[in-house]
């Protein structure tokens, strides 16, 4: 109650920033000598050329940038404290014999560290997904924010997640072939508890399905709720692009697709969104032969609506690497043969793509009127390495800018009397 009471009044305020260079998430260019204005912990106007509303409190951006919070496109921040550590990891469930059904709230700890990094590092939302354990469906995700307060969840069951690639295979038993059976099967079989819950089976522990995994894939053969497919070869991603056939209804997002530039058309044609990661460029397994940094830039300039995740990129504490990534792909530019993204592309590739590629693009990553005020304020641009994040806004609430590294950077910048151990002092 007294942290509700606390952020009351600033829900209610209305912060007009004002004077600096005003990116919007949103693919266009940096506005120079913008305001953005908040109220209500939505955005109201961005641009230039703004009056500042009565009443207003004014923040003085001159000389800085204001842009929307990266949102981490896929991510298992919250999940996880220390991987080794079995009872501070959430991401999978080995021994349990449900897999579809799993939802991730109950694991999202708003108090591990990664949560407060992100932040600092100017990371205002995250697509939460688990991880597969038995079977090829990992269970239901969720986005939340990374506010300091208890919290977090945004959108519950946003989506389910599952792996169909090399890891998918031996989860479906040793073969692709098995894994497209297995979900073909699975998908049927919720079909079937659609049409007559009562009749459905799967009590025993032995069915494909249990009760609780079919009816978590209902909304899923439905086109009620966005099936993130994680795929990377090339050949997989045609595979994927093909379930359609078999389920018409379903609402594919394509995540990793390291070798998706070398069917970027497909991709395109079928109108599947791509949540890639940005970093893969070496033949790490079979399933990535053909990785290049240009992969992502060379997927948009043929159509496909991609952004920026980090599957298996230290996802569960390192999000703040996005605008590394991003920056990078600018950088591609500049280089004789390679393929990357314009500024403005590769903000939005960590913004609103990630937001849009869950339809929750007119909510959350971008500085766009009605959208949630999540707001940073750089000392410089970006998407720059040593630009760093002045001050934060989620939901309109500003935010501490504190975590463990600050702390301790603080504690040994300028050590007091009796604030390091013995072997450390004269």
Not at 343 to 363: C, D, H, M
Request: aromatic share 6%; glycine share 12%; net charge negative.
């Amino acid at each position: 109650m007294a942290l509700a009471l606390l952020a009351a009044p600033a829900l209610a305020e209305t912060v007009a920033i004002t004077g600096g260079t005003v990116a919007l998430g949103d693919g266009s260019a940096p506005i120079q000598g913008g305001t953005v204005v908040i109220r209500d912990g939505r955005i109201v106007a961005a641009g230039q050329g703004l009056a500042v509303p009565a009443g207003a409190r004014v923040i003085d951006a001159t000389g800085k940038w204001i842009a929307p919070g990266f949102v981490a496109g896929f991510s298992r921040i919250g999940l996880v404290e220390v991987d080794g550590v079995d009872p501070t990891n959430d991401t999978r469930a080995n021994k349990s014999p449900y897999s579809a059904a799993i939802d991730v709230v109950p694991g999202i700890n708003p108090g591990v560290s990664a949560i407060a990094v992100s932040r600092v590092g100017g990371v205002t939302r995250a697509i939460v997904a688990p991880a597969t354990a038995n079977m090829i469906f990992a269970g239901q995700g969720a986005v939340i924010d990374m506010g300091a307060d208890p919290n977090a969840v945004m959108v519950p069951r946003a989506f389910q997640f599952v792996e169909m690639g090399e890891d998918g295979a031996q989860e479906a038993g040793g073969s692709r072939p098995a894994l497209y059976l297995q979900f073909r099967a699975s998908l049927e079989a919720a079909q079937r508890y659609a049409r007559n819950p009562a009749g459905y089976g799967g009590d025993s522990k032995d069915s494909l399905l249990i009760r609780e995994d079919a009816a978590a894939l209902v909304p899923v053969v439905n086109g009620k709720m966005p099936l993130l497919v994680h795929v990377e070869s090339a050949n997989d991603i045609r595979n994927v692009l093909k379930l359609k056939q078999w389920f018409p209804s379903l609402k594919l997002v394509i995540v990793g697709a390291t070798e998706g530039w070398t069917v970027a058309r497909d991709i395109a044609a079928a109108g599947v969104p791509v949540i890639a990661s940005a970093l893969n460029d070496l033949p790490a397994s079979f399933e990535q032969l053909a990785a290049t940094q240009s992969n992502v830039g060379r997927m948009k300039a043929a159509g496909v609506r991609v952004s920026i995740g980090m599957i298996n990129d230290d996802d569960a504490r390192q999000a703040r690497y996005a605008p590394q990534y991003a920056g990078n792909l600018v950088a591609l530019t500049k280089i004789p043969g390679a393929t990357g993204l314009n500024w403005g592309e590769a903000l939005a590739a960590i913004t609103s793509g990630p937001a849009e590629a869950l339809g929750l693009g007119g909510e959350i990553g971008s500085l766009r009127p009605g959208r949630h005020a999540d707001v940073v304020v750089w000392d410089g641009d970006p998407l720059e390495l040593s630009s760093h994040a002045e001050r934060v806004w989620i939901d309109g609430v500003e935010q501490p800018l504190v975590d463990r590294q600050t702390k301790l950077r603080d504690r040994y910048a300028t050590p007091q009397e009796g604030e390091l151990p013995k072997a450390y002092q004269r």
